[in-house]
């Protein structure tokens, strides 16, 4: 995670990891790249191995008044 002024970068990769919230989804491999705010963030790369499969695509999330997500997948 980079901080550039009133956001973060952030590059994450993760290998055999589970959701912590919401529904148990293992990864088998899991890449994001993101920019971060306060109020939420955009992902602007989702690479995933899953149950034998692939996904990728982009996402937005917003937690300034909760929880809510909205992406292409």
Known sequence: ???EQ????IDAKAHAWRLPAGPPIDFDD???AAV???QG?????IDAAL???TVSGT???G???GLHAKGQL
Do not use: K, V
């Open 30 to 32: 899991l890449t994001i």
């Open 36 to 38: 971060a705010t306060t």
């Open 41 to 45: 963030a955009q992902l602007t790369q």
């Open 1 to 3: 995670m980079t901080p």
């Open 59 to 61: 996402a937005q999330l």
């Open 51 to 53: 149950y034998g499969g």
């Open 63 to 65: 937690w300034e008044s």
């Open 6 to 9: 009133a956001i973060y970068r």
